[in-house]
């Protein structure tokens, strides 16, 4: 009798745990049909049920804006916008205990390449930090972190804008939208974004697709922006 | 022993050195290079122990190339001075000090630079810097001619004057001089974007 191969369908029984599956020969497996990573796709499935967060840049400003889900009275809802340090901020979508360790992750990068170079830590090495970072939790049996994480800051190279997914993977670009309706509020960013806008619009545009997403009339959202004309990241 | 001189000049940085090594009262050799080039914007001369001064060197080139490859441009000079200094000064607080004094010379965007990085970990900007046993008399040569209007060919000819003057009374420097010139970067300011 042949040996039957891996499919990836089968069973998860011995493990009970869907984000991987067990091979024929009983080990446990993190790929699953098709070669896809199971952990990594449910950590982006958390995320796009995370507030719908923005990332807009041209080159002159980098904004970053997010919105907060409403509480319940008496309740103060969790800040979004993050300062990492000086010239870069950041904001992310999912789980927030998970945004928050990462964010502790850059800030904490941030400052080592000042006591390392005394100076202001680019953002490409920044987010190739929290690339291998988040890169780790994808090859050992832990659970990958359920945030994408959106980064804007500016450097010897301008301002610069990416977007780093649990899985380690980022984009550098001029627009980012994650979390629910991401898609939505990146429709009204595609026909709206013009490379000489100003900061202004910017954050109008950033309101009215979040508004579109999230389908509410006048949502709290949390603003956060750099540009080349100010030394340091403001939240507004 | 040795004697090591750097000059900041308005077109870039000028380093120079002698060429004897010492074992004790013996003159070990007659040839060593005591200026590193590290790439073609920064350089290294060397005075203290020959191989903390390497191992410093040969550190500072390889975080060099790893840093421009993954941000996509290079380091400042003083970003490299910093880097070096913090190795000398980790191992002074190990108590296995780097028995170096270095100066680091380059240029970048900013223009040309001379820092003095000491094993202490210390780091001083200057204009201009000497060190080593000789340092005293090529001190007094830099005093009385540095100006800073001076062009590197100016600089070439006072460097070369300051280590002279040293080798005529130092026993722990001579044997004859080397000298390096690194000119300003032609491009102002890097437009390429970093990738990858």
Not at chain 1, 97 to 126: M, N, V
């Amino acid at each position: 009798m042949s040996e039957e191969r891996d499919s990836g369908t089968n069973n998860n029984s011995s493990f009970g745990f869907s984000g991987t599956t067990t091979n024929n020969r009983g080990y446990l497996s993190y790929y699953g049909p098709g070669g896809r990573m199971l952990l990594v796709e449910s950590a982006l499935e958390a995320v796009s049920r995370g507030s719908t967060t923005i990332g807009i840049k041209t080159s002159t400003f980098a904004l970053t804006s997010s919105h907060i889900k409403p509480t319940r009275p008496l309740m103060e809802p969790s800040e979004k916008i993050f300062t990492i340090d000086e010239h870069v901020g950041a904001t992310g979508s999912g789980y927030i205990g998970d945004i928050l360790q990462l964010i502790d992750e850059l800030r904490l990068e941030a400052q080592k390449h000042r006591l390392t170079f005394e100076s202001p830590i680019d953002i490409a090495s920044l987010v190739k930090h929290l690339s291998s970072y988040l890169h780790t939790y994808t090859i050992y049996a832990v659970r990958p972190q359920a945030a994408s994480i959106i980064i804007a800051g500016k450097d010897q190279m301008g301002t610069q804008m990416y977007q780093v997914d649990p899985g380690g993977t980022y984009f550098r670009g001029s627009a980012f939208t994650i979390g629910q309706s991401s898609d939505v509020a990146l429709d009204v960013i595609q026909h709206e974004y013009s490379a000489d806008m100003t900061p202004e619009q910017a954050i109008q545009i950033s309101r009215k697709a979040i508004e579109k997403a999230v389908g509410e009339q006048k949502p709290l959202v949390d603003t956060g922006i750099i540009s080349v004309t100010e030394q340091l990241f403001k939240k507004l | 022993m040795t004697t090591i001189v750097g000059i900041k000049t308005k077109e870039g940085v000028v380093l120079g050195s002698d060429k004897r090594a010492s074992k004790g009262f013996f003159i070990g050799s007659k040839i060593t290079q005591k200026i590193s080039k590290i790439d073609d914007t920064l350089a290294i001369a060397i005075a203290g122990q020959l191989s903390d001064a390497e191992h410093l060197v040969k550190v500072a080139k390889a975080e060099r190339r790893l840093v421009e490859l993954r941000r996509g441009f290079p380091l400042s000079v003083k970003e490299s001075t910093r880097l070096i200094a913090n190795l000398a000064y980790s191992g002074l607080k190990n108590y296995q000090p780097y028995f170096v004094e270095l100066l680091v010379g380059g240029v970048d965007d900013e223009g040309g630079h001379v820092y003095v990085a000491d094993m202490s970990g210390a780091i001083t900007g200057e204009d201009f810097a000497a060190s080593g046993s000789g340092s005293p008399i090529a001190y007094g040569v830099l005093e009385s001619i540095y100006h800073k209007e001076i062009t590197n060919e100016q600089a070439k000819e006072i460097a070369t004057k300051a280590v002279a003057a040293a080798m005529e009374r130092d026993p722990g420097s001579g044997n004859g001089i080397d000298i390096l010139v690194i000119p300003k970067l032609l491009i102002v300011k890097s437009t390429k974007e970093a990738r990858g």
